[in-house]
């Protein structure tokens, strides 16, 4: 077996969903690295023990308890977002790897909760707190995992497109990025805009 036959049947394992707890950008940098670096087998929590087994037989290597460094196995989740506090800033929209959440700038944003695949990379650049990952009875099965890496591959594809970036960690920030002015690249444009939306998030919370 060549070495782009075996990266792409250990990438047929990985479970796509984008979530870079192994270290690696997505699913498929991960699977190179396996393949072509003798990178550890054990790094992905959402492909769980079945995942590392399968892996294991395909590289002829032992299994191997998951690495502790990149989580934790836990059941699928979805990222829900708690819309009554969202304030339209876009981040969760740049952050999520296959356009799981639509939305626009100052309004309102929702999950297509059935193309999530709960890699909660949106949870983070969050800055009111109001998305939150909750458990789901879904089976994460290769139909899902294919889809997964169809819409993440076409992501990339547009932020080629439309920015000219690479397919890096940086670049997942930048499917919807504005045209913006100077003025809005300045620090303190930036602390005052968002210092400005954060006062007005947390007064209509404690109205609510």
């Known amino acids: 077996m060549d070495s782009s036959e075996l990266i792409q049947r250990i990438d047929a394992i990985l479970p796509q969903t984008q979530c870079t707890r192994c270290g690696y950008d997505a699913c498929l940098p991960y699977a190179q690295a396996i393949a072509l670096d003798n990178e550890a087998i054990n790094r992905c929590p959402p492909g769980g023990p079945e995942g590392i087994q399968a892996l294991a037989q395909l590289t002829q290597q ?5 690495d502790p460094e990149c989580g934790s196995f836990t059941q699928p989740t979805v990222a829900i977002i708690d819309e009554a506090h969202c304030i339209g800033c876009t981040l969760c929209i740049q ?3 296959v356009d799981a959440i639509i939305g626009a700038n100052k309004l309102m944003h929702t999950v297509i909760t059935d193309r999530c695949t709960g890699c909660d990379l ?60 100077p003025l809005a690249e300045s620090e303190s444009y930036k602390k005052a805009t968002l210092a400005d939306v954060l006062a007005k998030a947390r007064a209509r919370r404690q109205s609510s």
């Not at 032992?62 to 998951?66: A, E, K, N, S």
Request: with cysteine; glycine share 2%; hydrophobic share 35%.
């Open 62 to 66: 032992p299994i191997q308890d998951l």
């Open 95 to 97: 952050a999520c790897p």
């Open 122 to 181: 949106c949870v983070a650049p969050c800055p009111v707190d109001c998305i939150h990952m909750v458990p789901t009875e879904r089976v994460w099965d290769s139909t899902r995992a294919q889809q997964a890496r169809a819409h993440f591959q076409q992501r990339q594809q547009r932020l080629q497109q439309k920015h000219g970036e690479t397919i890096q960690v940086a670049a997942k920030v930048l499917a919807n990025k504005p045209k913006i002015s």
